[in-house]
């Protein structure tokens, strides 16, 4: 309790000083998972038991040297397919060049309205996974730190209740910005019991009567698309279980949205 008290001041202020921004420019053409995404993982210092009721482990023997990055990731895609532009028939440039370039994708905020007079151009690569490929190091250096996973702004919503009311608006919301061609990064969360504590990009959506099945780019899983799907019954999310979570109902909100988010 002294948690959230401390965290809804926290959350209180930075409201008191932010204008959310709750609209941003859509791009001119869809996400591609196959050319928009990273192609490595957050690595992911966790193992799950087969039983689900029982607590996640250390696997020390993985020796993970890339993890809790699953923010920067997903942010850093929506970074480079908001405000850059790659383009293969260009010759490629130095390291010092592509560092250059790197920052400045990264300099801009995903909150941002406006678009760029002129995107950010890549050259010599057909996309970031292919850049990524070649330039995995460089990438991994710039992007950020484990600690942004850790400070990400929105953090401070997941110590507060989340109604069905506000996870059926949710799903609503990503549902729209991905018609608009604006990929929303989420924050996936159970609290006070911490299963999962996870951002993924969410990028397609399939909808039926009774459900959504989003498509997402999940960083801890990079070769291939994941998803998220939301029951309109029940007005909640599941995440289907894999090697770090063990499968169930999440929480659900959109992250890098706005000053406060």
Known sequence: ??????????????????????????????????????????????????????????????????????????RSARQFFQFARFDAALPRVSDDRYRD????????????????????????????????????????AELGSAAESFLQRGNWRMV????????????????????????????????????INHAVLLFGAVETPGSIVFQIYDPNRSAVPARLSYDRAKRSFTFPRNKYFPGGEVDVYEVYKSAVY
């Not at 809804?8 to 409201?15: D, P, T, Y």
């Not at 549902?175 to 996936?188: D, G």
């Open 1 to 74: 309790m002294t948690i959230r008290i401390l965290l809804a001041c926290v959350a209180l202020c930075i409201a008191g000083h932010a204008v959310a921004k709750n609209t941003q420019a859509a791009s001119s053409r869809a996400f591609s998972f196959k050319k928009d995404t990273f192609p490595f993982d957050n690595e992911t210092v966790w193992k799950y038991q087969s039983d689900p009721d029982k607590d996640a482990v250390a696997d020390p023997d993985e020796g993970p040297t890339y993890t809790l990055h699953c923010f920067v990731l997903s």
């Open 101 to 140: 370039l790197i920052r400045e994708v990264i300099a801009h905020d995903p909150s941002e309205t406006e678009p760029l007079p002129a995107k950010i151009v890549i050259p010599g690569y057909a996309g970031l996974r292919s850049f990524g490929t070649m330039k995995e190091a460089m990438l991994k």
């Open 160 to 195: 507060f209740p989340f109604s069905h009311d506000h996870q059926e608006d949710t799903a609503n919301s990503l549902l729209a910005k991905i018609r608009q061609q604006r990929p929303p990064v989420v924050h996936l969360v159970t609290f006070p019991k911490i299963t």
